[in-house]
């Protein structure tokens, strides 16, 4: 199974996919490709497969990519195809963490084998308060992640479960006990 974490910026999906790994050892996390710089603590291939652009553009234009977008700063972010197929020919369960568009494209090619999980922030000011206090992009930054909420909340429809944030462990147990639903 595929199961595909996604909410706008700042709501808590890093977060909660890292606890749920922590729990379920036998889940691969997909590392996702970027052709942003590279944060203090991160290393490719554990955080993110980091590419120029002109890599990227190599990968688009190859269909080597479940999923793609242009965000922030016109960085490219996407999911390896290769990733994916792999670990499902050997039977394994992967989790996304991805934006909503991302998880939208990833249930569009794997249907039924893609779970997609929203994680609902508590409020607009919580979200705002969580991305100033990561402290990891500009005020512009922050404010352009703002205003894709309402975008990304509005294709919440779209999506097989809703889990609201207000309370972390809450949370990280409702996401567990719906992989756990299908991973028995």
Do not use: C
């Amino acid at each position: 199974m595929l199961f595909v974490i996604a909410a706008p910026s700042g709501a808590g999906k890093t977060t909660i996919v890292n606890e749920i790994l922590k729990m379920n050892p036998e889940l691969i996390f997909s590392v996702s490709a970027t052709t942003r710089k590279i944060r203090k603590g991160e290393n490719e291939g554990k955080d993110y497969f980091f590419f120029t652009k002109e890599e990227f553009q190599d990968k688009i234009n190859n269909h080597e990519l479940v999923e793609y977008e242009v965000l922030f700063n016109q960085d490219y972010y996407g999911t390896l195809k290769s990733f994916v197929e792999n670990n499902l020919e050997e039977n394994k369960s992967v989790i996304f963490d991805v934006d909503v568009k991302g998880a939208l494209a990833i249930k569009n090619i794997y249907k039924d084998n893609a779970v997609l999980i929203f994680i609902m922030p508590p409020d607009i000011e919580t979200l705002k308060e969580r991305l100033k206090n990561r402290a990891t992009e500009s005020q512009e930054q922050i404010n352009e992640r703002i205003k894709r909420v309402d975008l990304e909340i509005g294709k919440t429809n779209h999506f097989d479960y809703i889990v609201l944030n207000d309370n972390l462990k809450n949370a990280v147990t409702e996401v567990n006990n719906i992989i756990k639903s299908f991973n028995k």
